[in-house]
């Protein structure tokens, strides 16, 4: 299971945290290969996306799979896309030998996050459900920590029945938002109204279909059952107006 690397966008210099992640990745396959190694896990991101882009970036189509196409804009992103091309070049040149796959985890939220701990970004989880600014930049996703690891551990034990080179989302069964995202995602970004039109209820902007039809793995965990009830925000009335440019 491959997870060394620059794990944030921005964090390094660009130049950096291209050659490092780029490197390490291919360096880390092909060691793994040559030692014998039959199954192959690497983490990539949802960031190939292109979301968050400063110039703009809107989805194709909602909820995202992982059939949507990247545009990444960022060297974070640009390593992860070739990071899953390593992966899919592993599994052609080694064929049946070698099992290979990459995953894009959401937001990942660990138990002392859950318990108030600050994120990746610096704020707690409540934070970042109390004002939608925080967690609209990456659309409303995340994961526990415990079900990635999860998915891991599923997708080894099936990993030789799977087609090689394959990647998947990882995500929580719901959104991190107390709004459904047919509201929130057209407030921070417009013209996406008809596109996420069915995100209703508590639907998440990513699918984790493919997961659930090929590995049968689904999460177990979200917000609503790791948060205190004390320390829940309480829905967000309608009627407050949230500026798209947050």
């Known amino acids: 299971m491959h997870l ?3 794990a944030t966008p921005f964090s390094a210099p ?6 490092t992640n780029t490197s390490i990745a291919f360096h880390v396959v ?6 014998g190694a039959t199954r192959i896990l690497a983490a990539s991101s949802p960031t190939p996306l292109g979301y968050g882009n400063p110039h703009g970036w ?10 949507h196409p990247l545009r990444p804009w960022n060297a ?26 990459s995953f894009r985890p959401c937001f990942v939220i660990s138990p002392d996050e859950w318990a108030g701990a600050p994120t990746q ?24 920590a415990r079900d990635a ?20 989302f990882v995500g929580a069964a719901d959104a991190m938002a107390t709004k459904p995202l047919a509201e929130l995602i057209p407030r921070f970004l417009p013209g996406t109204e008809e596109l996420a039109a069915g ?48």
């Open 14 to 19: 660009e130049p950096v945290i291209w050659d």
């Open 76 to 101: 974070y992103a640009l390593s992860k896309v070739t990071i899953e091309s390593i992966v899919t070049m592993f599994a052609a040149q080694q064929g049946r030998a070698v099992a290979l796959g």
């Open 121 to 144: 970004q610096g704020h707690s989880v409540v934070e970042r459900l109390a004002d939608p600014a925080l967690a609209a930049v990456s659309l409303f996703n995340y994961v526990d």
């Open 199 to 246: 995100l209703v209820g508590t639907a998440p902007a990513f699918s984790i279909a493919k997961a659930e039809a090929l590995l049968g793995w689904r999460p177990a965990r979200s917000w609503r059952t790791e948060l205190a009830p004390s320390q829940r925000p309480a829905p967000i009335p309608s009627s407050i107006s949230i500026s798209a440019g947050a």
């Open 4 to 6: 060394a690397a620059i």
């Open 58 to 67: 809107l989805p194709t189509y909602l909820p995202i799979d992982e059939r």
């Open 30 to 35: 092909q060691a793994a290969v040559s030692a």
């Open 149 to 168: 690891a999860d998915f891991v551990d599923v997708w080894l034990r099936a990993a030789a029945d799977l087609p090689s080179g394959e990647t998947f």
